[in-house]
């Protein structure tokens, strides 16, 4: 979950006076403290490595599938854990020992607030290490597994790019503010700052390739298929890359937004474990995702929901029907309701475009005939994409089912509610793969559904967008638009 990640570390640097809950405490105790939780985490996490490697040589399906629960629920254990740290004064700690006698704080001090956490991160790549070679030991990978040292720089490349990049940003950016305000508030420092982060949005492709170690997927039956297949779904890509991950990853995903600057990347797990007509769906899921412009709304909504969250906050302050000291924590605040609107409005609505995704995934592999039984070399696949057949259908449910399977999720068991509702916690954001299945393979006796969806996913997003357009005009227009534009 990068997202919810990202605002969870992104809230831990922002500028907030942190509570001191205990007055006995002073901020080196707390700090023995932070490292005694460190310590115990680790060891926690040292206890289930062990777990795997006994049950590894007894059962390799069991161990893995051990592996993946501890691996998330000492993940849960060590996030919350640690914003809960945060709250029982730490990070008054960290603004009490690392500002100066002005009280202002050191530059990019604030990193210090999420540290305890990427510790015991850096301290589960080492740990876990042990359990995932022996598990690459056990199976039927050739490929040799990472070194030590290889491993854990495989794993800061996908965190710095996925996650720590923003939070860098934000942490760089309140320095400037600290130390240099004037500078900070000048309309050309901020028209610069908008300036930068849109480029870099755009140009963000051409640094990913160096950042994950990513190499040009190299010539062969594999890159002519999937050229192939690209043309015909007349979807525009600058180069094919491969993300070798020695057998950890199985994923396929297009970076960029321009096609001069767009890459299409499959990890070496993927294409190992993948049929040609199951690589031709996964392709097609993927092109779905920018045939529809999935990225560009997902970064528009998100944009303009802060925006309209922020009016509506300054609205709120205006009425006087906000504590007095909401301006101390109205940026944790805001960054909370942000995190909850995303778990649930962003969540169903990037669910709608995973399945629509998925449905260009099936017309990926799909010929004319919506009742044929399976394709032959002679069969002509529809150019564009714009046709649905039930072994395109099929070949997009077998891609689900490996994910699953190379991923270590079960289908939950008919009746068990807790089950169900763990499957919904873990695919918040894309949807449990077995209800993805589930639908899929309606399509089969009901291929209208398919048409159905794209129109309901339609709707969602612009009734999501006519709402938030509303929402703003209307909070702007009560505020007056002068002040509104002040204070954006």
Known sequence: MPILMILLLTAACLPVPWPRPFESLDASTIVAIAGAFVLGSVL???????????????????????????????????????????????????RELASDAEGVLAPFAELLVPGPYLLMLLANWIVWFFAERALQAAGTSTQ??????????????????????????????????????????????????????????????????????????????????????????????????????????????????????????FTDRLLEAFDPPELDAVLGHEIGHARHGHIPYYFGFLILSSVVGGALLNYLESLRLLPDDFDDYGLLVGVFGLGVYIFVVFGFLSRVCERQADIVGAKAGSCADPNCEGHTPETELIEGGHAICPTGVRAMARALELVMHLSGLDRPQAGSVRQWLFAWWKSWQHGPPSHRIDFLLSLLEQPHRAARHDRFAFRVRAGLIAILLATLIGTATLIGWEEFFAQL
């Open 44 to 94: 926690l996490s040292i206890g289930g490595c062990l777990r795997v490697l006994r049950e590894i040589p007894k059962d390799r399906g069991a161990a893995a599938s051990l592996y993946f629960r501890l691996r998330k629920r000492f993940a849960l254990v060590q996030l919350w854990g640690t914003v809960a740290l945060v709250l029982s004064g730490w990070g008054w700690a960290v």
């Open 144 to 265: 040799p597994f990472w070194s030590l040292p290889a491993y854990v720089l495989h794993q800061a490349r996908q965190f710095v790019l996925l996650l720590f990049l923003p939070v860098l940003l934000i942490a760089t950016q309140q320095t400037i503010s600290r130390h240099d305000p004037e500078l900070a508030h000048s309309t050309p420092y901020q028209v610069a700052s908008f300036c930068w982060a849109f480029a870099l949005l755009l140009l963000l492709p051409l640094f990913v390739k160096p950042i994950l170690g990513l190499k040009r997927m190299p010539n062969g039956p594999i890159r002519e298929q999937l050229s192939a297949t690209a043309t015909r779904m007349r979807f525009r890509y600058s180069d094919w890359l491969l993300w070798p991950t020695r057998g950890l990853i199985a994923n396929a995903m297009i970076i960029g937004v321009l096609p001069q600057a767009r890459f299409v990347i």
